[in-house]
């Protein structure tokens, strides 16, 4: 029981790391697309209408593996759910 | 066959735990996995097309990369949401085997929900949504390779497979949605039955 809670946290953790991930990467996103609208130098900032798309595409990506790991601690948390159900029920009912 | 054993609870039709027969949580714990996987790397690899294509000089080059790299991303987008719907069947299997053992402690028969529509529909709806997404990327190639010789062939090519990426993936969150209607149905179900054995119980 310790283990699946130890695991449940650290998928919730995990999870909020990748969305921390997301933030920056969509707040760099919009960055980068403002820039490229406003004309300024740079190669990186000239090349922007190529590559801004597909990176923007992988922060989504990221988004939706982030709603992958917290619906493994979800599944977690319903197994421990379910083992304190059947010790404590009983108890209650009888 | 399994009529015969069919029960009500509350609003909903269960039937014994050992009366049913596909079992979907169990091919669905095997596969979130892959799927997972050969989504980020589609992902990553649609990513690593993008930047290689922003260095592309040649304009014909730039357009072939791009008329196939979004279906590589759109493939591995629909990958990943493939997985997160294997993961909802996943915890409805989870609540079902919960809920058995739930029963079982209290010296009751264990009952499950009878399988309603919705949980019926998931997995094909999903598959179709990645059968056409796989079908995009393919035509992404064939659009990619007539631009060389056929320009306006490629063109009536790019005007139907962009919408047709996006129905791939409306199919797959379809799909999820029907997998959460299916959890509320679960959920509805496990708190009827403890009611249920509650008023037996108490009589």
């Known amino acids: 029981m310790k283990d699946l809670d130890r695991e449940a946290s650290q998928r919730q953790t995990l999870a909020f790391a990748l969305l921390g991930l997301v933030t920056i990467g969509w707040m760099a996103g919009l960055a980068f697309g403002f820039a490229a609208a406003g004309g300024a130098g740079g190669s990186l900032v000239r090349t922007t209408p190529a590559w801004l798309s597909p990176a923007l595409q992988g922060v989504i990506g990221i988004a939706i593996a982030s709603v992958a790991v917290v619906l493994t601690a979800i599944t977690r948390r319903i197994r421990i759910r379910a083992h304190v159900l059947s010790e404590a029920l009983p108890r209650l009912l009888n | ?203």
């Open chain 2, 1 to 203: 066959m399994t009529t015969a054993t069919l029960s009500r609870v509350g609003r909903d039709l269960a039937l014994p735990r050992e009366a049913e027969g596909f079992d979907m949580p169990a091919i669905a714990r095997r596969m979130w996995r892959p799927l997972l996987a050969m989504g980020l790397m589609a992902v990553a690899a649609g990513v690593v097309t993008g930047i290689v294509q922003a260095t592309l000089s040649t304009p014909l080059h730039v357009a072939q990369v791009a008329a196939w790299n979004p279906g590589l991303l759109f493939l591995g987008v629909g990958l990943l949401l493939g997985s997160v719907t294997f993961l909802l069947a996943t915890i409805l299997g989870e609540l079902r085997d919960g809920g058995t053992s739930v029963q079982k402690a209290l010296g009751e028969q264990a009952l499950i929900l009878k399988r309603p529509l919705t949980g019926k529909l998931f997995p094909p709806v999903m598959m179709m949504g990645l059968m056409t997404l796989l079908a995009t990327l393919v035509v992404g190639f064939v659009e990619a390779a007539r631009l060389d010789t056929n320009p306006s062939g490629a063109a009536d090519i790019a005007a139907w497979v962009g919408p047709l990426r996006f129905a791939g993936v409306a199919l797959l969150f379809t799909s999820v949605s029907l997998a959460l209607a299916t959890i509320v149905r679960s959920l509805r179900f496990q708190a009827g039955r403890i009611q249920q054995i509650a008023d037996q119980r108490s009589k």
